[in-house]
């Protein structure tokens, strides 16, 4: 296989190899050839925002296939697994909160993985998350280590699952927070503007959920993955907490189909007292109109029309049937 270099502006973040779970040496992607097909070595790579130019030079060097090359310059794909032969192309979301308030949202980057017998490169996209982490942690553990390409894909995998269970409890405090407004005078259209907010960022994290619970079912158990048959077990940890976070969002999904349903309720609620309560004045005026307009009438014989107390009793029994309708509506609560 023909060396390959990279351009001098390439955003390579680590290129190095490994023998029997232990770090060799730093390398060139120049000498990548040089070190596969070794007893016990394989090479991780990991890029950050990789051109096509800089793809073109891992291809060749680790003998991608074109097709998941493609997917990785892209960008923007549901999470999945993808087998070519002997080797796998994985595809997970990196989740990055923006703004403050009402006005946060999801940030989706993406990380795909190129994994074979002897390689596996990591390709960082629209994200400033770092995973470090990661090669710090199976550098301190080599025993793990020794499995190889599969052991390494794992713990991107699980770092990138753990990262996510940050986000389901900030939904769960803001949908609690929400909780304690909805019975708040005035705060019907500010709670939903909240809820749809919070219920657009559950979507996301939704997406970058359900689609890789799905493809890392097929890491453990049945057919496995040549790549994966050592770490099974690791997988299936995987699997584990993919499904509590994805319960976790179901949960909070119902959550915030019941705070609409009863924001919705309490506002049907408000506006009927409201009109139970201008009902109750307009009878109460409707007596008086009544009244006035039967005395209003201009009739020359008429009974107390020419009656020396007839205006006062007018206006004290018209006075008198408002108070008793105004009795009437405030028990029985209308106004």
């Not at 291809?59 to 990785?72: F, I, S, T």
């Not at 070519?84 to 308030?101: I, K, P, R």
């Not at 019975?183 to 657009?200: C, E, I, N, P």
Request: glycine residues 8%; contains cysteine; aromatic residues 8%.
């Amino acid at each position: 296989m023909a060396p390959s270099t990279l351009p001098r502006t390439a955003m390579l973040i680590n290129c190095v190899a490994y023998q029997h779970g232990r770090k060799l040496a730093d390398i060139d992607v120049a000498d990548i050839p040089r070190h596969r097909g070794q007893p016990g070595v394989f090479v991780w790579v990991a890029l950050q925002d990789a051109s096509a130019e800089e793809m073109t030079a891992l291809q060749k060097a680790l003998g991608l296939h074109p097709l998941a090359v493609e997917d990785a310059l892209t960008g923007h794909q549901l999470p999945k697994v993808e087998e070519y032969g002997d080797a796998l192309f994985v595809t997970m979301h990196l989740l990055d909160l923006d703004g403050e308030g009402e006005r946060r949202r999801l940030r989706v980057g993406e990380v795909s993985v190129f994994a074979g017998p002897d390689y596996l490169l990591s390709v960082r996209s629209r994200s400033t998350q770092s995973l470090v982490r990661v090669r710090e942690r199976c550098e301190r553990e080599p025993d793990l280590l020794a499995h190889g390409p599969g052991f390494v894909l794992y713990a991107l995998m699980d770092e990138v699952v753990d990262r996510y269970f940050p986000f389901i409890e900030r939904l769960e405090d803001e949908i609690e927070a929400i909780e304690k407004t909805i019975f708040t005078q005035d705060a019907g259209r500010q709670t939903v503007q909240r809820l749809y907010g919070l219920k657009r960022r559950l979507r996301v994290l939704k997406h970058a959920v359900a689609p890789l619970l799905e493809a890392a079912g097929r890491l453990y158990g049945g057919r496995v993955p040549p790549l994966c048959l050592g770490v099974q077990d690791y997988f299936r940890d995987v699997v584990d907490h993919l499904l509590r976070i994805n319960g976790s969002v179901e949960t909070i999904r119902e959550g915030i189909a019941t705070a609409i349903q009863v924001n919705l309720s309490l506002v049907t609620i408000e506006d009927g007292e409201v009109t139970k309560r201008l009902a109750a004045w307009a009878a109460v005026f409707a007596v008086c109109t009544a009244f006035a307009g039967v005395w209003g009438m201009n009739f020359e014989f008429m009974p107390e029309l020419k009656w020396h107390f007839g205006y006062p009793a007018a206006l004290g029994l018209m006075a008198s049937v408002c108070g008793v309708l105004y009795w009437r509506f405030r028990k029985a609560g209308w106004l």
